[in-house]
Nanobody
Framework: VQLQASGGGLVQDGDSLRLSCAASGRTFSRSAMAWFRQAPGKEREFVGAISRGGGSTKYSDSVKGRFTISRDNAKSTVYLQMNSLKPEDTAVYHC????????????????????WGQGTQVTVSS
């Protein structure tokens, strides 16, 4: 699976952005998808993940209620809708894929994700 993230940019505190991650390959519909982010000088941080069918999601406490992850398997694309952005959301956002079976729980551990996109920069100014 190859992943291409897009949609980042420079916004102001309180604004919204929607990130997209387009996947190529035949395994997208069998893959759980996740977004991670990494700010300068900080460790990679889990943001949110969605099950292969889209019926289950998981979020970090820092974004819960503000961010929404969704997917369109027909388009092999996963989205991250980010509302009420804060300066502390500034980071490079990466999408990731993990082939799973239906009973496998959603993981927030980056070590479980085999495929990664190149990242898109999100900068939130105060």
């Amino acid at each position: 699976v190859q992943l291409q993230a897009s949609g980042g940019g420079l916004v102001q505190d309180g604004d919204s952005l929607r990130l997209s991650c387009a996947a190529s390959g035949r395994t997208f519909s069998r893959s759980a998808m996740a977004w991670f982010r990494q700010a300068p000088g900080k460790e990679r941080e889990f943001v949110g993940a969605i099950s292969r069918g889209g019926g289950s999601t998981k979020y970090s406490d820092s974004v819960k209620g503000r961010f929404t992850i969704s997917r369109d398997n027909a388009k092999s694309t996963v989205y991250l809708q980010m509302n009420s952005l804060k300066p502390e959301d500034t980071a490079v956002y990466h999408c990731a894929a993990r082939e799973t079976i239906l009973t496998m729980p959603i993981s927030d551990d980056f070590n479980d994700y085999k495929y990664w996109g190149q990242g898109t920069q999100v900068t939130v100014s105060s």
